[in-house]
């Protein structure tokens, strides 16, 4: 079965400075992988997707995120954060029965 | 495109009684739908799959008695806690897939569920 770790709970940023988070993930095969941010009290919206080729993906809002096959991993980035990137981050991996595995989700608040 | 609408957002109810929750997949046709459970500060965790014009799949530990999907059409489940118990008080999700967009899911807006 597959899984994800995202390792950081809250991460802390000011305002205009650099954000990375981290996902691993554990899947056998091939892995479709996602990145979803959420608002408090307000459903998923999707950042950006892995399905296959480049493995750097661009995303909406400005983030982007690379692949990396040898460390399982899919690490979600921004060059410079905004007050509205405070939010719940959640990676995701898919298998082939179309389900998808969240990781426990990672904090981000945005310091002036 | 690709929007999904759940109905209510909000709802409060007595213990004991029960209460439905609709997905929507607005623009497409969904042949399947998930259901997730959310609690404060947590993730979301997968209760169940809903394909259209078949029974749900529920996940290990979900009672399908109490958490009751329907598919009736391409574009709406509906789920209904029966017998509501404040211990059901969650953040319920559901999202739809669209055919040929591989395992991509679009999310509803969520229904805070509060039983009293």
Same mark, same amino acid.
């Given at each position: 079965?597959? =899984?994800?770790?995202?390792?950081?709970?809250?991460?802390?940023? &000011?305002?205009?400075?650099?954000?990375?988070?981290? %996902?691993?993930? @554990?899947?056998?095969?091939?892995?479709?992988?996602?990145?979803?941010?959420?608002?408090?009290?307000?459903?998923?919206?999707?950042?950006?997707? !892995?399905? &296959?080729?480049?493995?750097?993906?661009?995303?909406?809002?400005?983030? /982007?995120?690379?692949?990396?096959?040898?460390?399982?991993? *899919?690490?979600?980035?921004?060059? =410079?954060?905004?007050? $509205?990137?405070?939010? /719940?981050?959640?990676?995701?991996?898919?298998?082939?029965?179309?389900?998808?595995?969240?990781?426990?989700?990672? #904090?981000?608040?945005?310091?002036? | 495109?690709?929007?999904?609408?759940?109905?209510? =957002?909000?709802?409060?109810?007595?213990?004991?009684?029960?209460?439905?929750?609709?997905?929507? @997949?607005?623009?497409?046709?969904?042949? #399947?739908?998930?259901?997730?459970?959310?609690?404060?500060?947590?993730?979301?965790?997968?209760?169940?799959? $809903?394909?259209?014009?078949?029974?749900?799949?529920?996940?290990?530990?979900? /009672?399908?008695?109490? *958490?009751?999907?329907?598919?009736? &059409?391409?574009?709406?489940?509906?789920?209904?806690?029966? @017998?509501?118990?404040?211990?059901?008080? =969650?953040? !319920?999700? %559901?999202?739809?897939?669209?055919?040929?967009?591989?395992?991509?899911?679009? *999310?509803?807006?969520?229904?805070?569920? #509060?039983?009293?």
């Amino acid at each position: 079965a597959q =899984s994800v770790t995202q390792p950081d709970i809250h991460i802390t940023v &000011s305002e205009g400075a650099s954000l990375e988070l981290r %996902c691993n993930y @554990s899947y056998g095969a091939t892995p479709y992988l996602f990145w979803y941010v959420q608002s408090p009290g307000q459903g998923l919206q999707l950042l950006l997707k !892995y399905f &296959s080729g480049d493995t750097l993906v661009q995303g909406i809002k400005g983030f /982007e995120a690379e692949f990396k096959r040898s460390q399982s991993s *899919f690490n979600l980035r921004k060059p =410079s954060v905004h007050w $509205s990137d405070a939010a /719940e981050y959640f990676c995701a991996v898919g298998a082939v029965d179309y389900k998808l595995s969240f990781g426990a989700g990672t #904090t981000v608040t945005v310091r002036a | 495109g690709a929007v999904v609408s759940q109905h209510p =957002s909000r709802v409060i109810c007595k213990s004991g009684t029960s209460v439905k929750i609709e997905c929507r @997949s607005l623009d497409f046709q969904a042949t #399947t739908m998930f259901w997730y459970r959310q609690f404060p500060k947590q993730s979301l965790m997968l209760m169940a799959t $809903s394909n259209e014009g078949s029974k749900a799949t529920y996940e290990q530990g979900v /009672e399908k008695d109490k *958490f009751l999907i329907n598919h009736a &059409s391409l574009t709406l489940s509906t789920l209904t806690v029966t @017998s509501a118990h404040p211990e059901d008080s =969650s953040f !319920y999700i %559901c999202s739809a897939r669209r055919p040929n967009s591989y395992n991509e899911q679009f *999310f509803g807006p969520g229904t805070r569920l #509060t039983v009293l």
